[in-house]
């Protein structure tokens, strides 16, 4: 496409430049003017070649990489004038593996290079022979076809260098066993500090849940391993919720916080242990323990009257309502 252009300008450079008048030729200034004139020229003619090869560059890399903009690589750092670091890089697996791949490079296109002269020596030498638009023309058919060939050599190096590239980021990215270790540990911390703040954080919550227990209108008991404390309140709440759970040690302590607030201790082991397992803690009880909590409540409440206007001591229920499928 842009060859005719191409050789039209170059026939023209030639034809101005070479035609020098006699008095030129003995004139600094003159032939100084000449040169710079046939650069400009020539410099002109080469921005359409050098415009295709900057959009081929910018096209190939987002085809490869995407579209990034970055200029940070062109800020200067002290570090790069570091010789020793140097010499590491040069003498490095990566550093020998570009060697090769510029040598490689190199006899590759000096091969080419060597065997477009080789076949073209003769036509080249004969191009003094020939009148100037003969041989312009057959010099830019000589040259398009070196341009053809070397190009050829370059997308060969191209398909080989390319996936190899790819292949060497991926393996760059990949970490090894230790560096995930040591990721984890930076991320997540080490397993110690991990069971250290989960363990703080289980006492945070014991102690902000032996809190409500003075608040509780009834704790329910295993009467030794289990240990559930309820709280209802008729005008704000649907139905009772648990405000503390525990067993074994934990139970220990709740009974302890009950008993030292005068909270009620009830033992109903099934109750106990059916609350336990079906209710999380600040939650409703479910509806199958609705009738056996009614039961606890009942009581708690004609003992709350008992201490307050006497009277005759309540009986506990002696059996409660608790369904099967929620027992344990």
Do not use: C
């Not at 039209?8 to 004139?27: A, C, N, P, W, Y």
């Not at 110690?192 to 102690?207: H, T």
């Not at 209802?232 to 607030?261: F, Q, S, T």
């Amino acid at each position: 496409v842009l060859g005719p252009r191409f050789a039209s300008g170059m026939h023209t450079v030639f034809v101005e430049q070479f035609s020098l008048k006699r008095e030129d030729i003995f004139d600094t200034n003159a032939m100084l003017a000449h040169l710079v004139n046939a650069l400009s020229e020539a410099l002109f003619m080469l921005l359409p070649f050098f415009g295709v090869m900057i959009v081929v560059a910018v096209l190939s890399s987002v085809a490869l990489g995407g579209f990034n903009v970055s200029f940070e690589a062109m800020q200067p750092k002290l570090s790069k004038l570091d010789p020793i670091k140097g010499m590491g890089r040069l003498f490095s697996l990566k550093g020998l593996m570009e060697l090769l791949k510029s040598l490689g490079k190199f006899l590759l296109v000096g091969s080419a290079t060597v065997a477009l002269l080789s076949a073209s020596s003769d036509e080249l030498i004969g191009l003094s022979d020939l009148d100037v638009d003969i041989a312009l023309r057959e010099g830019m058919y000589l040259v398009a076809w070196s341009a053809l060939i070397l190009s050829s050599t370059l997308i060969v190096m191209a398909l080989i260098d390319v996936p190899f590239q790819l292949w060497q980021h991926r393996r760059d990215l990949k970490m090894t066993q230790q560096e995930v270790r040591d990721e984890l540990k930076e991320t997540e911390g080490k397993p110690e500090v991990k069971g250290r703040i989960r363990q703080m954080q289980r006492e945070i919550a014991q102690r902000r849940m032996m809190q409500e227990v003075p608040k509780a209108d009834v704790v329910v008991t295993n009467p030794t391993h289990y240990a559930v404390a309820l709280r209802y309140d008729p005008d704000r709440m649907g139905a009772p919720i648990v405000v503390a759970k525990g067993k074994d040690l934990v139970a220990a302590n709740i009974r302890e916080v009950a008993a030292a607030h005068d909270v009620p201790l009830v033992e109903a082991p099934v109750l106990a242990r059916a609350i336990y397992f079906n209710t999380e803690l600040e939650q409703q009880i479910p509806a199958a323990l609705f009738l056996a909590v009614a039961q606890l409540l009942a009581y708690v409440f004609q003992l709350r009257a008992y201490r307050e206007q006497g009277g005759d001591i309540p009986t506990p229920p002696q059996e409660y309502q608790v369904p099967a499928e929620v027992q344990h």
